[in-house]
């Protein structure tokens, strides 16, 4: 079988050529794809700096940067997958619960189909229907959680859905398997110990940001995989789990957060997980001048794409 590879920068030059992911041939269906990239341009669920609609078009154009074969972990994902950019998902610019359900249906097709989404934020809202999809495929599923931020509200500003709210939607409909749960990186101020307090009484592991500083991650991913056994999981990047230092293109920064080794350690200690899904939300490139966050963005996302079963499986 032919699998697709990325247009190489000797093909053509890396500022021009198609803007999918990686430059891979785009596709309108997820039929026969083995994994998918696909957008949500949203931001509507934001609560204080919008632009992350304009994520998934800058993750593209920055992913020109990229090349097929990962030199660390010695993975070739294109020789073993069948993978394409299926574009974005056509929200509902104005009403949030319609994009939500949009967003749930378009990830569904992906996964009945049997590729794995790996979708391009957007705002974190996204997650809900995301793990919503991955739910009704897969019943409930582990969740690893990257994040400044533990994003279980009860509300924001009296409203159930938000960017800061869809972990507390995903217990509260039972999503997620509780105990295969693990929100690494949160930080910051918040408003009563409950902000942290209330996963861990659901029975999520939490490891704050401050348990992080000056060390490998690698322990606590083999930790991290016992964890998560041989069930279904999803993977959420939030972008600002990252010290403000690596990724500003953001809209919650916090202070004293991962750097991109330990990113880059996170995601591939999850090399032999039953990864289903993942996705990377809140680049927001008005704030990102460089481009250096969706630079970072493409390459996660590209590592994301290097730990899946069927990579690991053929590697």
């Known amino acids: 079988m032919n699998f697709n590879q990325p247009l190489g920068g000797n093909e053509m030059p890396r500022f021009a050529g198609p803007v999918t992911m990686m430059r891979l041939p785009s596709a309108t269906s997820a039929e026969g794809l083995d994994a998918a990239f696909v957008g949500v341009p949203m931001d509507i669920g934001a609560s204080h700096r919008s632009g992350t609609r304009f994520g998934p078009r800058q993750i593209r154009a920055e992913s020109a940067m990229l090349r097929p074969y990962n030199m660390a972990t010695r993975v070739s994902p294109f020789d073993h997958m069948q993978v394409a950019d299926l574009g974005d998902v056509a929200i509902n610019t104005f009403n949030l619960e319609k994009s939500i359900e949009i967003i749930d249906a378009a990830l569904f097709e992906i996964v009945a189909a049997g590729a794995v989404p790996l979708t391009m934020g957007g705002d974190h809202t996204l997650t809900l229907p995301a793990l919503r999809a991955m739910a009704r495929h897969h019943g409930p599923v582990g969740l690893v959680h990257v994040d400044a931020h533990a994003d279980i509200n009860e509300h924001m500003f009296g409203e159930k859905l938000a960017h800061g709210t869809p972990f507390r939607r995903a217990v509260e409909e039972g999503l997620l398997d509780t105990n295969r749960v693990v929100q690494i990186g949160l930080r910051g101020t918040g408003y009563a110990d409950d902000d942290f307090d209330w996963p861990r ?50 809209g919650t920064l916090e202070i004293g957060g991962l750097t991109t080794v330990q990113a880059l350690e996170i995601i591939r200690g999850l090399r032999g997980v039953n990864l289903v899904g993942a996705d990377l939300v809140e680049v927001s490139p008005p704030y990102d001048m460089a481009g250096t966050t969706a630079l970072i963005a493409a390459n996660l996302l590209y590592e994301m794409l290097c730990v899946l079963p069927k990579v690991v499986a053929g590697s």
């Open 201 to 250: 009484q659901q029975g999520f592991r939490v490891v704050q940001a401050e348990d992080c500083w000056h060390k490998s991650l690698t322990p606590l991913m083999a930790e991290v995989r016992e964890q998560m056994g041989e069930g279904p999981v999803y993977l959420t990047y939030d972008i600002d789990s990252l010290d403000p230092a690596y990724a500003p293109g953001t």
